[in-house]
């Protein structure tokens, strides 16, 4: 019988190798892809051949002198015999990748990144839609809020007009014209307090629309300011409270919508006087900043807690009112104010501390123009 080199040709075996690789879609050429391969002889038990070269001379039985040797072959990732069909296989062929931990890894290691990758999609967009649903709920139970608050602020003027509105017309009534008077005055009011409140809904539809422009004219904030502190001041004095102004600004005017600066005032006013439970005392200061004016509304009504500050700007949003809810209102000012100054290229900050009041600061460009 012939020995197993003998029977085996090292350059067929080498091609034979390549093909089969080739066969399994791996390509034996790739830099990437390194291997080592040999035959045992079972009979010698050495490495009869080593990578397409004899490195056993067995003709002679001389001791084996390895002239090629991979070494890593004598403990290979796969093997399988030889001639497998003799009774005793002679020898086995055996194969090694030096690299075959790394070549697994890197495509794991796509696989992977790619199933991270699609998990953080997959989660990411789940965060979402739970941040948008948990956005959505609160805003609908704002909007249901300002809702009944808007049912509300309506039903008490529209009661006292229909009151007012059956008085006159009773015989008794009609006779006395002072009387008339006295209740035609009450449905003027009335009327008008309801009309500021429609304006105040229509106001923030419009600016949601953003279709508004403002009619820029050269104002003096001193002016408005005085404007609108004379209005609420009969409010607070008949609360014992108080309205003082130091307006320290040395040039007060600044360009801008009159409308709209005298709503922002007026709006900051509003709230320091509503949020007062007792005694207002409330302060408008100016001075003079580096290219504009600041305007600080400061009052000692309930403050604002650090969370609630985060959000009066927002539309609709009211502190839980809690034992004051006789305070009423729409929860549309802070927003107004806030798109108010963005659009004048100003700026809206509110200081305050729970129990301590606040205060409320507007920095107002001279120019709204750069
Ligand atoms: N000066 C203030 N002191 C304490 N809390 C305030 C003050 N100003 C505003 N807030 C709080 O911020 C919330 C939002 O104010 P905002 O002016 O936007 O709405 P409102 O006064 O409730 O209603 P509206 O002004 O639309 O009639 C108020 O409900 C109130 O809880
Ligand atoms: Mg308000």
Redesign the pocket.
Known sequence: MRSLEERIKVGDLDLIIRQEFEKRGINPKNSKFKFHYGIWSNEKNVMIIEDGHYVYDGFDNKPPVPTYNTSSLYNPDNSVPVFHNAKVPPGELRVYFPNRTNIILSSLWKNATGTALFAAIILSCFAYTLTVIFRQKKLSEMKTDFINNMTHEFKTPIATISLASDSIVSPMILSNPEKVQRFANIIKQENKRMNSQVE?VLQMALLDKRDFSLKLTELNLHEIIQAAVENISLRVEKRDGVVKTILNASRPSIEGDLTHVANVIN?LL???D??SPDKPEITVITRNISNGVEVTVQ?N????SKE?RKQ?FDKF???P?GNLHDVK???????YVKAMMTAHKGSVEVK?EPGKG?S?VLTFPFQVEA
């Open positions: 105040k709006n509003d709230n320091a509503k949020y009052d009504g309930i403050g604002i609630a009066i949003y009211r502190v009112t209102g729409f929860g549309l000012g802070l927003s305050s606040s409320f």
